[in-house]
């Protein structure tokens, strides 16, 4: 495919183009296999040509050092997909750390982490103000666009320019970097970087141990984001397949084998006592909860998702952050209907903050939102107050989601 095609063509050209080339059945294969549709409508370049692109950009970036900048609360699709990108940029002598500002919450990612040696780093929200970002050249963006990183105004500050973005989110704000990979129809950015793995960007092999933890978290990667394979697509299959020649099945075992602590349990019941069902959604508040634990939200999700008749879960509550006095809505969107698209009802429903930035998003069947306490935040010494201040952003939330869920039903007279 030559090189012409690395631009997303205009849909309207790719339509005609495969009107003329249906009488011409051996052309359609060449379009479709190596291209797929982003949900514009608008075709992707091929993998060959990506990575050729992938490639220059590293060459051009030789002896660098990088700062993989990942979400907060980082997951294994994350996780993996930055040590990969390391394993590839290593081989330019380009020096990568991978970083979060915030914590590793769920059970499976901490076990992940230590299990497989995973080089993450954390750097403490206290810690940021002193840390020199003059030392990096350049800032790397894997399974997010930026938005979901406390760390990424550190970066702009520093006037680090974003070299590369891979995601398979739905595009969020506009992005500038040198290069761009973002595929809303693939389920995972593991997939994405294995895809890269498996055309030759890195001699990724089983002799080699590191190489064999970081299939492991590849693997653990596109598990789960598409729920144990169960929404997985063909290019889930074809990376699984190429990384299961790789892994370690065992140590994969361990890293599932991880327990929920007690808290995540506590989270889980309470969303189980509040939780109302409306037209197949099952919405549940579950209050207050520590930063530490903010995992259990989409945890409670999950769980609530799988009760009959029910297709789609939203369970949120107040995130506490003593450390920074700083509240915050957390919620999360669990969903087994396939018409229902996460990221569109979210931010339909949810609408965007004063800055015009959406308050939620998401992928294929998942989806999550943040929307800052602001001046209501922070401890308050009575109980009622605590109290109040749940009760009406319950109120509010639901009312939100109610709305789009039975546009006929008022709860709220105003
Ligand atoms: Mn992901």
Redesign the pocket.
Known sequence: MNSELLLPVEPNLLETQLVNDVANFDLLPEISLGSSLNGNGTSYPSVPCLLGKFQRLLERHQDERHVIVIQDFP?P??LSSSWAYQLIAEQYGIQCDIVYAGTLSHQENIALVKLTGLPAKRWGVQTLKDRDLSVYQGCVLM?SQGNTSQLMPLARQANLPILIVVD?HSKQEEIQAEFIDIRPNMR??ATILTQYLQAGILDFNKANPIHVKCATALMHGIRS?TINLLQAQEADFLAASYLSKIYDPQLLNSVLQSARSSRVMDVIERSLKNRTVQNNFSMAGVGYLRYEDRDAIPQAADFLVTEENIHTAIVYGIVHDASNEIELVIGSLRTNKLTLDPDEFLKETLGQDSQGRYYGGG?DMAGGFEIPVGFLGGFNHQTDYTKLKWEVFDAQIKQKFIRLICPDHKLIHS
């Open positions: 997951d699709d994350a399974d398979h995972s950015t984001d992928r």
